[in-house]
């Protein structure tokens, strides 16, 4: 990539909205040690969020066309994937619409043995007043859970809402059938010996 390439792309990034990361009950994200990655920053859950989501990396509905391919890993601050780690996704629906009574565009699936995991979705509509269309995120390891947003390059909006966060955005390419592929990596921490934490999850932190 050319610097002015990376200039364009900063600057398609843009700046944190007012209350990204600033809700009450969002932990601060730290900044990372030196030689560690930087964490996924926190974000609000919202309403919307049900247990007993299925099991499914396919969220597409009957009738639906694929928005969005999203793939990535999970990983530790020093880089090291996270194998089994459970990631969940919820989506209102085209509309700006969440679905309170099943699980419609909600599904979880579990990281392999490299951290990797695969979702298809559509890309969902947006509701007031948020301003940026994005997908929730709940991500565990052998940790507590953090819950984030994701955000979508090249949907508008993303720089006029106020829980934007550049860090957030999902960089896309878009394949011949219009189809979105977007890749992101989650960072989280994992427990510490300090923690009350049985030797058998120790033995198993990545």
């Not at 890993?73 to 099943?102: C, H, Q």
């Not at 490299?114 to 948020?130: A, K, L, N, S």
């Not at 219009?178 to 058998?200: A, L, M």
């Amino acid at each position: 990539m050319t610097v002015l390439a990376q200039d364009r792309a900063e600057m398609e990034r843009g700046e944190a909205g007012k209350e990204a990361g600033k809700w009450p009950g969002v932990p601060e994200t730290p900044a990372p040690e030196p030689g560690e990655l930087q964490q996924t920053p926190q974000e609000i859950e919202g309403p919307y969020f049900r247990l007993g989501a299925p099991m499914r990396s396919n969220l597409l509905e009957p009738g639906d066309i694929p928005g969005i391919v999203l793939t990535g890993r999970v990983l530790t601050e020093k880089g090291n994937p996270i194998a089994g780690a459970v990631v969940n996704f919820w989506s209102s629906d085209l509309a700006g619409n969440y679905d309170m009574l099943g699980y419609r565009y909600t599904g979880y699936v579990v990281t392999d043995e490299q951290g990797g995991y695969e979702v298809t979705t559509i890309i969902p509509g947006c509701y007031e007043p948020r301003e940026a269309k994005h997908i929730h995120v709940k991500v565990q390891g052998l940790s507590s859970p953090i819950t984030t947003q994701l955000y979508i390059e090249g949907e508008p909006g993303n720089l006029d809402d106020d829980f934007y966060h550049p860090a957030l955005l999902v960089p896309c390419t878009v394949d011949e059938n219009g189809v979105k592929h977007g890749s992101y990596d989650f960072v989280i921490r994992q427990v510490t010996e300090e923690e009350n934490v049985t030797p058998e999850s120790l033995a198993a932190r990545a």
